[in-house]
């Protein structure tokens, strides 16, 4: 088990960009996926990226390829998630996710299937 601590979200202006971040502390990340997930209001959880260390994969949904970017930093037991050219529609609760040896793409989209270790989500309001 890992403890996943986020910081960064907040109001952003349309086409306005913002930074993510999630610190993990309790195991090194080389035997882990780590994913970014967002939560809108009244929808369900979604993967947006995910990247695994165990098997090097790495998977972006479709709507965000091109506009955001998921990076970790090994060194210091971070993960980032780069959002750029926010649309109001990308307002959500975003939360960090942390498991143990799973492909990146089977974390995103099979999520539920899986216990995870999970942020407590940061906010991004994109408004005018």
């Known amino acids: 088990q890992v403890q996943l601590a986020q910081s960064g979200g907040g109001l952003v202006p349309p086409g306005g960009s913002l930074k993510l971040s999630c610190a993990v502390s309790?195991?090194?990340?080389?035997?882990?996926?780590i994913g970014w997930f967002r939560q809108a209001p009244g929808k369900e959880r979604e993967g947006i990226s995910c990247?695994?260390?165990?098997?090097?994969?790495?998977f972006y949904m479709n709507s965000v390829k091109g506009r955001f970017t998921l990076s970790i930093d090994n060194a210091k037991n971070t993960v980032f998630l780069q959002l750029n050219s926010l649309k109001p529609e990308h307002t959500a609760v975003y939360y960090c996710?942390?498991?143990?040896?799973?492909?990146?793409?089977?974390?995103?989209?099979?999520?539920?299937?899986?216990?995870?270790?999970w942020g407590k989500g940061t906010l991004v309001t994109v408004s005018s």
């Open positions: 309790g195991s090194a990340l080389d035997s882990y996926a």
């Open positions: 996710a942390a498991v143990r040896l799973l492909n990146a793409q089977v974390m995103c989209e099979e999520y539920s299937n899986y216990a995870m270790d």
């Open positions: 990247a695994s260390n165990s098997d090097k994969s790495t």
